[in-house]
């Protein structure tokens, strides 16, 4: 039998509310870090044809730039679009158990919700992100006009409002 190539393939995108205000620290060299958990609903029809919810509730880690527009502009309740890779880490608990948690490590952070103006300023400059803007990891803030809404139904996106 061939030797089977695998590709090395590790992308997630998820979408969720956070469900408590991001935790922000930096590590003992000063690099910024936030940690949060999103809840993400899916909404079904069972067997019987009623409507069914489903949550998945998923950990976030992000990075420098990305962490710190986290912490800026995130608080219990956003939403979200996360894009990044999975990474497991395990470590010693002060009770001496072995824990372990796969969470994601974000690449780009879309969020979605509108920004409510303060005294009716168009500028964006009231420390709210604005709608369809999207932070990634390499730059910290990359504005633009494109939005994840155009890939939803119009059911998924009623869901978002």
Excluded at 51 to 80: F, H, M, P, T
Excluded at 90 to 98: F, L
Excluded at 102 to 123: M, T, Y
Aim: aromatic share 8%.
């Amino acid at each position: 039998m061939a030797d089977l190539k695998m590709p090395e393939i590790n992308y997630v995108i998820v979408a969720g509310n956070l469900t408590k205000d991001p935790i922000f620290r930096q590590t003992t060299n000063s690099t910024p870090v936030v940690n949060f958990s999103i809840a993400s609903n899916r909404k079904y029809k069972d067997s019987t044809n009623q409507w069914q919810e489903d949550v998945c509730y998923v950990g976030i880690v992000a990075w420098n730039k990305l962490a710190e527009s986290c912490r800026d502009r995130l608080k219990k309740g956003s939403a979200v679009l996360v894009d990044g890779e999975l990474q497991s880490r395990s470590w010693k608990s002060d009770e001496g158990h072995n824990r372990s948690i796969v969470e994601i490590k974000a690449r780009r952070i879309q969020f979605l919700n509108k920004s409510k103006k303060l005294n009716g300023s168009d500028d964006g400059l009231d420390g709210q992100a604005e709608e369809g803007d999207v932070f990634t990891e390499e730059d910290g803030i990359d504005y633009t006009e494109d939005s994840f809404d155009k890939f939803l139904s119009s059911e998924e996106s009623d869901l978002l409002k």
